[in-house]
């Protein structure tokens, strides 16, 4: 019998041109923090979003969110409030700070921060004089936030908004691209990203003056002196010239992945949502996802876990959604406000195989084997 090979939740996709740009940068010798490769790499992020936005190219998008946080200058016992449901990556950086995490959850349409819940929550830390510093809010797995929203009321209350797009770079949001449509926005260019350079980050900001105060803070905030001289600290932050290299190639297909697993979505969608309590995520009217991870919402934990499992045997990954941070052993004990949707999603919620490289054979392999579940 014919050996099957495994099928993973979101691989790695090279388009082709990684290789040049990574040769250019060993045949120059630019193995460093800096070099051509960072500046294109950055100079192609910039247009993608849109000119008039900036963008510091960074170790980690969990980096970005750290340097956001920095910027924004949130302090020791400040409060943020972050998006429940997410990965920690979002949430881990006000820890770093000092800072003290504040959770807000969900709402059904969009599986992203709750509008309503945020101004309670607002109102709410204002009245015990504990006016929060920022909002971590966050387009999970390529679904926009309600960002009309939720900057009127950061505005509202003159509270700065960090845009985590780690998982949302291609989606728009009103035509407008994701990571562009607050005063901080963040991109993942992690291994199971939309696209990646194995590991990395960036920083969408407003100015150059910010921009450049990123920079300097992510390679460890040398001031203009002939020796080593330090008036602030700083990290080690700043992306790799091998690994823009990467990332340029990478830019260069970022529509064709953004094609490829909007095409799984439909796939999935196409085939399984005859099947009672599968449901699916739907774009609100003028929300374009990047589709970066298929989801299904099952009807109960058990049909859910019947899935995974029989999807385990047969070597496909796949994976329950995001366990709520204010769930997790380390963050269980902050304040949260909760309505009960990340809750139920996580219990009854699946991640799909959604890698743009996933051939048609794997796709029928991945349907008959939840349709054979369904069945049962
Ligand atoms: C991946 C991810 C991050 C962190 O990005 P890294 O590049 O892995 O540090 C942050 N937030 C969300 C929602 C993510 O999915």
Redesign the pocket.
């Known amino acids: 019998m014919l050996t099957k090979t495994k099928i993973y939740l979101s691989s790695p996709h090279m388009g082709g041109s990684e290789q040049k740009f990574v040769n250019e940068a060993f045949a120059t010798n630019w193995i460093a923090p800096l070099g051509p490769n960072v500046n294109g790499f950055e100079a192609d992020i910039k247009k993608y979003l849109g000119n008039n936005h900036h963008v510091a190219a960074l170790s980690?998008?969990?980096?970005a969110?750290h340097l956001a946080l920095q910027l924004l200058d949130v302090c020791k016992g400040d409060e943020v409030l972050c998006q429940s449901f997410?990965?920690s990556?979002?949430a881990n950086p006000i820890i770093y700070q000092g800072a003290t995490p504040v959770f807000i959850d969900s709402e059904s349409d969009t599986w992203n921060m709750s509008p309503e819940l945020l101004e309670i929550a607002i109102k709410d830390r204002i009245e015990k004089y504990k006016k929060p510093k920022a909002i971590i809010a966050?387009h999970?797995y390529g679904m926009p936030y309600k960002a009309n929203e939720i900057n009127s009321i950061a505005r509202k209350y003159n509270i700065p908004v960090v845009e985590?797009s780690?998982?949302a770079l291609g989606s728009t949001y009103y035509n407008q691209k994701c990571g562009s449509l607050s005063d901080a926005g963040?991109l993942?260019?992690?291994g199971?990203?939309i696209i990646t350079t194995s590991?990395?980050?960036a920083l969408v900001v407003k100015t150059q003056e910010l921009k450049d105060k990123a920079v300097f803070l992510s390679t460890q905030a040398r001031d203009n002196a002939p020796h080593y001289e330090h008036s602030s600290i700083g990290f080690n932050y700043r992306m790799s010239n091998v690994l823009a290299g990467i990332g340029r190639g990478q830019m260069e297909v970022l529509d064709d992945r953004v094609q490829a697993r909007r095409n799984n979505f439909e796939f999935y969608k196409k085939n399984l949502s005859h099947f009672d309590g599968i449901k699916f995520l739907e774009e609100p009217d003028n929300f374009y996802s990047n589709r970066w991870i298929t989801c299904i919402e099952t009807e109960s934990f058990e049909i859910r876990e019947k899935i995974r499992l029989e999807l385990l045997k047969d070597d496909i990954e796949s994976r329950p959604l995001w366990k709520p941070m204010h769930m997790q052993p380390i963050f269980k004990d902050y304040l949260h406000f909760t309505n009960g949707t990340s809750e139920n999603l996580f219990d009854k919620g699946l991640c799909l195989p959604s890698g743009s490289n996933l051939s048609q054979d794997d796709l029928d392999r991945i349907l008959n084997n939840i349709t054979n579940t369904l069945k049962l």
Do not use: H, P, Q, W
């Open positions: 980690s998008g969990t980096s969110i997410t990965f990556a979002s966050v999970l985590d780690a998982e963040i993942s260019f992690n199971n990203k590991g990395g980050g």
